[in-house]
C-alpha cells in the first residue's frame, strides 16, 4: 500500500524563523506535488517535483525531491505570517490510475507575527 | 473563469436524511474527483470520474454516490447520512482532453462543510 507520511503534524514559529517540513514513504513515487491550503478553501498546488535530487525554489520556499524518489522535503526561509496554513504532500497512485493522487495527512503551520 | 466550483458551502443534516453536493468545473479537464477531509487525515479520495460517463471508487466510497452529469459536473449523493459523514467535502478537476499525465495539477474546489447529527 502507498502511503505519505508528513512530519511534523503541527509546527508554530515566530515570523522570521527557519523550518522544515517532511513527507516519506516506503513507495517509489514517478512524482510528488505539495499543495498549501489556507483556511476556509481548497488546496492550491505550489510545485511537482519529478527528478531524484531535484530541487525547486519558489521564493522563500525550497523543495526538494529524494535520491531515490521515495521523500520530499519543503524548506521556509525566514517565515511570515501569510506563510500559515496546512501544507500537503502529494503523489500519483501506482500507474497513474486515472490521475489519482496519495495526499499525506499534512502539516499544519502556524506563523505568529 | 471560475474554477471549481462547489454549493452549498455549509449544510446541517439529521442522520438519515439525503443530499446532493454540487461541483462544477469550467477549465474543460476530463477527470473529476471527490474528496473528504477529516483532521489529521489528509484528503481521502471518495469516488472519481476519469471522463464523462464513467466513474469509480476511491478509498472511502461507502454510504456515498456519484454522477457525471456531463464533462463539467460532478455531482456527490449521501443517500442516508451518518455522523460518520460529518467532514469538509473538496471536489477536484484535473487534465486537458485526450491527455492525462502523472504530474497534472488537481483544482479544488473551495470545499462544502457538512455537519451530520
Known amino acids: 500500500t502507498q502511503l505519505l507520511e508528513q512530519s511534523p503534524q503541527f509546527l508554530s514559529i515566530q515570523e522570521g524563523e527557519n523550518l522544515t517540513v517532511y513527507c516519506n514513504s516506503s513507495?517509489?513515487?514517478?512524482?510528488l506535488q505539495w499543495y498549501r491550503q489556507e483556511p476556509g478553501e481548497g488546496p492550491v498546488l505550489l510545485v511537482t517535483?519529478?527528478?531524484?535530487?531535484e530541487v525547486k525554489k519558489l521564493k522563500r520556499l525550497t523543495f526538494q525531491f529524494g535520491d531515490a524518489r521515495k521523500d520530499s522535503s519543503l524548506h521556509i526561509t525566514a517565515a511570515q505570517p501569510g506563510d500559515t496554513g496546512l501544507y500537503l504532500c502529494?503523489?500519483?497512485?501506482?500507474?497513474?490510475?486515472?490521475?489519482?493522487?496519495?495526499f499525506g495527512q499534512g502539516t499544519e503551520l502556524s506563523v505568529k507575527p | 473563469n471560475a474554477g471549481v466550483t462547489q454549493t452549498p458551502k455549509f449544510q446541517v443534516l439529521k442522520t438519515g436524511q439525503s443530499m446532493t453536493l454540487q461541483c462544477a468545473q469550467d477549465?474543460?479537464?476530463?477527470?473529476m474527483y471527490w474528496y473528504r477531509q477529516d483532521p489529521g487525515m489528509g484528503l481521502r479520495l471518495i469516488y472519481y470520474?476519469?471522463?464523462?460517463?464513467?466513474?469509480d471508487k476511491g478509498e472511502v466510497p461507502n454510504g456515498y454516490n456519484v454522477s457525471r452529469l456531463n464533462k463539467r459536473e460532478f455531482s456527490l449523493r449521501l443517500e442516508s447520512a451518518a455522523p460518520s459523514q460529518t467532514s469538509v467535502y473538496f471536489c477536484?478537476?484535473?487534465?486537458?482532453?485526450?491527455?492525462?499525465?502523472?504530474?497534472?495539477?488537481?483544482?479544488f474546489g473551495p470545499g462544502t462543510r457538512l455537519t451530520v447529527l
Open positions: 477536484a478537476s484535473s487534465g486537458i482532453s485526450g491527455r492525462v499525465a502523472i504530474t497534472d495539477t488537481q483544482y
Open positions: 513507495s517509489v513515487f514517478s512524482s
Open positions: 517535483v519529478v527528478t531524484g535530487g
Open positions: 502529494a503523489g500519483p497512485r501506482v500507474y497513474n490510475q486515472g490521475g489519482k493522487l496519495i
Open positions: 477549465m474543460n479537464h476530463n477527470s
Open positions: 470520474s476519469a471522463s464523462e460517463g464513467t466513474t
